[in-house]
C-alpha cells in the first residue's frame, strides 16, 4: 500500500515529440505528488507537484495530470528537447509526513535529436 | 548560498570498516533528509530532521547505521561495519519546515564496499 509504480522503465522520443512517463498508488491517503528529475551525478531536482483536488497542473513544456478515482498520474513533457533527458521519478507523500517521499521506480528518458 | 553540499562524493571502503558522510543543508532550512538510493531505483527514506532532533528514522536504517545533527545545522550519517548491500549512493535533502515536502537534495555521497 505504500508502493509507487512507475511506468515506463526507459523512453525513447525524437526531438519536438510527447514524453509520457506513467504513475500508480494504492494509499488513498497520499495527497501530495511530486515529480522528480535526477541527470546523471547529481540529485534529484523537483520539476513540478501536484495535490489531489485538482485534475491537471502545467508549467511550461511540463504537466502532471492526475486521475484520482484511478489512483494514476501522469508527467507529460510537451516539444521535448535533448536538454530533457534525465531519469524522471515520481513520488508520493502525506501531508502530515513532510519530506518523506515514497518514490517509484525511474523512468530513464532519452530525447534523440 | 551553493545549495546542499554532501562529502565525500565519492568513497571506496572495504567490508567491515566503518565510514561517515557528510551533509551541509541549505542554511536557512530546519529539516533534514537523508535518503539512499541504489542503482536503478528511486530513493528510499532513512531518516530526517526538525533541527536538532532526529524525528522519524525507517526500518532500513539498522543498528550499525547513525545520523547525528548536533547543532541543527550539518549531519553526519555513519555506518559501522560496513557490508556489500550497504553499497548505494546516500542522499541528503533540506527544506523549510513550512514547505516540508519541496525537498532540495545534494548531489549524494557515492559508496562502494568491497
Known amino acids: 500500500q505504500q508502493q509507487v509504480k512507475q511506468s515506463p522503465q526507459s523512453l525513447i522520443v525524437q526531438k519536438g515529440g510527447i514524453s509520457i512517463i506513467n504513475c500508480a498508488y494504492e494509499n488513498t491517503a497520499f495527497d501530495y505528488f511530486p515529480w522528480y528529475q535526477q541527470f546523471p551525478g547529481k540529485g534529484p531536482a523537483l520539476l513540478i507537484a501536484?495535490?489531489?483536488?485538482?485534475s491537471e497542473k502545467k508549467e511550461g513544456r511540463f504537466t502532471i495530470s492526475f486521475n484520482k478515482s484511478a489512483k494514476q498520474f501522469s508527467l507529460h513533457i510537451m516539444d521535448s528537447q535533448p536538454g530533457d533527458s534525465a531519469t524522471y521519478f515520481c513520488?508520493?507523500?502525506?501531508?502530515?509526513?513532510?519530506?518523506?517521499?515514497?518514490f517509484g521506480q525511474g523512468t530513464e528518458l532519452s530525447v534523440k535529436p | 548560498d551553493t545549495g546542499v553540499s554532501q562529502d565525500p562524493r565519492h568513497k571506496i571502503t572495504k567490508r567491515g570498516q566503518n565510514v561517515t558522510f557528510r551533509c551541509d543543508p541549505i542554511s536557512e532550512h530546519n529539516r533534514l533528509y537523508w535518503y539512499r538510493q541504489t542503482l536503478g531505483q528511486g530513493p528510499e527514506f532513512l531518516t530526517y530532521?526538525?533541527?536538532?532532533?532526529?524525528?522519524?528514522k525507517s526500518r532500513l536504517l539498522s543498528d550499525r547505521f547513525s545520523a547525528e545533527r548536533p547543532k541543527g545545522s550539518f549531519s553526519t550519517l555513519e555506518i559501522q561495519r560496513t557490508e556489500q548491500g550497504d553499497s548505494a549512493m546516500y542522499l541528503c535533502?533540506?527544506?523549510?519546515?513550512?514547505?516540508?515536502?519541496?525537498?532540495?537534495f545534494g548531489a549524494g555521497s557515492r559508496l562502494t564496499v568491497l
Open positions: 513520488a508520493a507523500s502525506f501531508n502530515n509526513q513532510g519530506g518523506k517521499l515514497i
Open positions: 535533502a533540506s527544506s523549510l519546515r513550512a514547505g516540508a515536502n519541496v525537498l532540495t
Open positions: 530532521f526538525q533541527n536538532e532532533a532526529q524525528l522519524e
Open positions: 501536484i495535490r489531489p483536488d485538482v
